[in-house]
């Protein structure tokens, strides 16, 4: 990558970062001690982030395999994150290996990594753009996008823990309309989105406190239902991650207030 360079010198071991503490929660190896300071504290006033962070990884995969078995053979993936087990394009490509998948993310850890998300089933094709979820037209028009997905005809957008890490003031509703308005009839969008709605009180305050540059915007799921109001929500319709399309997920599922995380599905008329 002609990027990975000018990444390395961005990246800041020091600073906690949501990417590796995502990836610390998940029992990855691609941390450092103030990514794992951070993620202890807020485990601290939210015990249950662990469990969220796996629940919604698996919720992704679910749904990527739904799309890709209703016929979905393109995907755009904003707000990727470091690879794990299971990546969109390895399910996907599980239905029909001709499946083409562009990944997004302004994260410099990302983009070390991208070479593994650039590793397609033979047959299919793989992207990755540094870019970044506040500025979705530099994504509709980024050359390697047009290049890879063919905007007239159906796409899966998915948008998984990512609408969480932009606030109100960057108007989440513009960027969702924005992405959403260049997909052909039939295109899907996957959402899901932290809650502190199941919290008390206190846990809200210590969260807080470890989000002082207000970067981490938790909502209700009544917001969430908001943002993804003009859409066709596929079944069960907003629930907890851990729920979504999990009846064949063995062993029991844990509360939505453990998990305390929203997941939807909707189709695009």
Same mark, same amino acid.
């Given at each position: 990558?002609?990027?990975?360079?000018?990444?390395?010198?961005?990246?800041?071991?020091?600073?906690?970062?949501?990417?590796?503490?995502?990836?610390?929660?998940?029992?990855?190896?691609?941390?450092?001690?103030?990514?794992?300071?951070?993620?202890?504290?807020?485990?601290?006033?939210?015990?249950?982030?662990?469990?969220?962070?796996?629940?919604?990884?698996?919720?992704?995969?679910?749904?990527?395999?739904?799309?890709?078995?209703?016929?979905?053979?393109?995907?755009?993936?904003?707000?990727?994150?470091?690879?794990?087990?299971?990546?969109?394009?390895?399910?996907?490509?599980?239905?029909?290996?001709?499946?083409?998948?562009?990944?997004?993310?302004?994260?410099?850890?990302?983009?070390?990594?991208?070479?593994?998300?650039?590793?397609?089933?033979?047959?299919?094709?793989?992207?990755?753009?540094?870019?970044?979820?506040?500025?979705?037209?530099?994504?509709?028009?980024?050359?390697?996008?047009?290049?890879?997905?063919?905007?007239?005809?159906?796409?899966?957008?998915?948008?998984?823990?990512?609408?969480?890490?932009?606030?109100?003031?960057?108007? %989440?509703? !513009?960027? @969702?309309?924005? =992405? *959403?308005?260049?997909?052909?009839? #039939?295109?899907?969008?996957?959402? $899901?989105?932290?809650?502190?709605?199941?919290? %008390?009180? !206190?846990? @809200?305050?210590? =969260? *807080?406190?470890?989000?002082?540059? #207000?970067?981490?915007?938790?909502? $209700?799921?009544?917001?969430?239902?908001?943002?993804?109001?003009?859409?066709?929500?596929?079944?069960?319709?907003?629930?907890?991650?851990?729920?979504?399309?999990?009846?064949?997920?063995?062993?029991?599922?844990?509360?939505?207030?453990?998990?305390?995380?929203?997941?939807?599905?909707?189709?695009?008329?």
């Amino acid at each position: 990558m002609d990027n990975t360079d000018d990444a390395l010198a961005r990246i800041d071991t020091t600073v906690a970062h949501p990417a590796r503490r995502y990836n610390y929660w998940l029992g990855g190896k691609d941390h450092f001690a103030a990514d794992r300071a951070s993620g202890d504290a807020i485990a601290a006033a939210m015990p249950g982030v662990k469990l969220m962070a796996v629940e919604n990884r698996a919720f992704m995969g679910r749904a990527v395999r739904y799309l890709a078995e209703q016929g979905i053979r393109q995907f755009l993936d904003i707000g990727t994150g470091i690879p794990a087990p299971n990546n969109t394009h390895e399910v996907a490509q599980a239905v029909d290996p001709a499946t083409r998948v562009v990944y997004v993310d302004n994260d410099p850890i990302v983009l070390t990594h991208a070479r593994a998300l650039l590793t397609s089933a033979p047959g299919g094709t793989n992207a990755y753009l540094d870019a970044d979820i506040r500025e979705p037209k530099s994504i509709l028009t980024h050359e390697d996008l047009r290049a890879t997905l063919d905007l007239s005809q159906p796409v899966g957008l998915l948008l998984v823990a990512v609408l969480h890490f932009v606030r109100e003031d960057e108007y %989440p509703q !513009e960027i @969702i309309d924005t =992405l *959403t308005s260049a997909l052909a009839p #039939g295109s899907y969008v996957v959402a $899901s989105h932290a809650t502190w709605e199941f919290l %008390p009180a !206190e846990a @809200i305050e210590k =969260l *807080t406190a470890n989000n002082p540059d #207000g970067r981490f915007q938790a909502r $209700s799921g009544t917001r969430f239902a908001e943002l993804l109001s003009k859409f066709e929500l596929v079944e069960p319709g907003i629930v907890s991650v851990a729920h979504w399309h999990a009846e064949d997920v063995p062993g029991p599922r844990p509360s939505a207030e453990d998990v305390a995380c929203y997941g939807a599905v909707a189709r695009i008329s």
